[in-house]
């Protein structure tokens, strides 16, 4: 993988605030990278950000990852039914994020 592409995914989550979701097309689309890419990142290199925080377009982790979010969701009052948050809730605001994405990745090569 790109360290680049890496990197810039890594800082887009990390501006995601806590309450909040953003999904992997999202941050795929600030990122200048796929949603694939951006889940395969979070699998290998996701655990050091705040990872509960981004979710499939329906909101969704997989089982196994979902058991392990429910804590954080709980802590920041995301309202979820079983591997799913209730994303419509809990969506990140995309003007206010790509800004503070922006001035995250501001020190960063461009694409």
Same mark, same amino acid.
């Given at each position: 993988?790109?360290?680049?592409?890496?990197?810039?995914?890594?800082?887009?989550?990390?501006?995601?605030?806590?309450?909040?979701?953003?999904?992997?097309?999202?941050?795929?689309?600030? #990122?200048?990278?796929?949603?694939?890419?951006?889940?395969?990142?979070?699998?290998?290199?996701?655990?050091?950000?705040?990872?509960?925080?981004?979710?499939?377009?329906?909101?969704?982790?997989?089982?196994?990852?979902?058991?392990?979010?429910?804590?954080?969701?709980?802590?920041?009052?995301?309202?979820?039914?079983?591997?799913?948050?209730?994303?419509?809730?809990?969506?990140?605001?995309?003007?206010?994020?790509?800004?503070?994405?922006?001035?995250?990745?501001?020190?960063?090569? #461009?694409?």
């Amino acid at each position: 993988m790109d360290d680049l592409v890496v990197e810039r995914v890594l800082r887009c989550c990390e501006c995601v605030p806590a309450g909040r979701l953003a999904t992997y097309g999202m941050v795929a689309r600030l #990122a200048g990278t796929s949603p694939r890419l951006v889940g395969r990142i979070m699998s290998v290199y996701g655990a050091n950000v705040s990872w509960w925080r981004i979710v499939n377009a329906r909101g969704e982790l997989p089982a196994a990852l979902a058991v392990r979010a429910r804590p954080h969701w709980e802590d920041e009052e995301v309202a979820h039914v079983g591997t799913r948050a209730r994303l419509p809730e809990h969506r990140v605001d995309e003007a206010t994020w790509a800004a503070a994405c922006v001035t995250a990745l501001a020190d960063l090569p #461009a694409r």
